[in-house]
């Protein structure tokens, strides 16, 4: 209760500072500019001492702000590049099993788990997911912004070539990373990137 009234007091001061600042004064007297207020709120003793402790606190209070908004965005992509991975992985391990032939029930399973996962995670771009398929020890990737859907670029995200190899009994892992995202800006922060990998999966047996 003390530290409030003391805050209280100190915000009345100010406030009466900045009053006594811009005054005009008595009638007949000349409008001051916005310098000499100035000079006069910080000649004004304990009035003045408000103003600048605002002016040196607000920058660090807006540097823990934005820290905050930072780490809470990151944390949220994070999550959502979690189970993106997550869906794409139970979709290759069901769908990627061959069925009587020497290719699997996609024909595109790059492509394919890809656009599993973006559609699990609206709130990521496409364009900066990063994907790397290992299968039995052999890699496939890395594939960056493509994806297969409507509107879709479909290129270097392709492995139609190698789609007899992702069938059933095949063991893999699915890694994809995305860049960090610098708070409210939304600006990707260089060098930092955000990682989620499966766990080893076995692609079933129909």
């Not at 209070?61 to 990151?74: D, E, H, Q, S, Y």
Request: charged share 10%; proline share 3%; aromatic share 8%.
């Amino acid at each position: 209760m003390q530290g409030q009234s003391k805050l209280r007091g100190r915000a009345l001061t100010f406030a009466r500072g900045i009053c006594s600042a811009t005054a005009l004064g008595r009638a007949g007297a000349r409008a001051r500019s916005a310098g000499s207020r100035l000079r006069a709120c910080l000649r004004s003793g304990g009035q003045g001492q408000s103003l600048i402790e605002f002016a040196l606190v607000l920058p660090v209070l807006a540097l823990i702000l934005t820290g905050l908004f930072w780490a809470g965005l990151n944390i949220c992509n994070f999550l959502a590049l979690n189970d993106a991975v997550e869906v794409g992985a139970r979709y290759l391990a069901i769908e990627g099993n061959t069925t009587g032939g020497t290719t699997t029930n996609l024909t595109d399973p790059c492509q394919a788990v890809f656009a599993q996962m973006i559609g699990s995670s609206s709130s990521l771009n496409p364009a900066n997911i990063s994907v790397t398929y290992t299968l039995n020890g052999t890699t496939y990737g890395p594939f960056t912004g493509q994806y297969s859907g409507t509107g879709a670029t479909n290129g270097t995200n392709s492995c139609a070539t190698d789609s007899g190899t992702f069938g059933a009994g095949g063991t893999f892992t699915i890694v994809a990373t995305y860049p960090c995202t610098v708070g409210i800006y939304k600006a990707n922060l260089s060098g930092c990137m955000l990682t989620v990998s499966s766990p080893p999966q076995t692609i079933y047996t129909n």
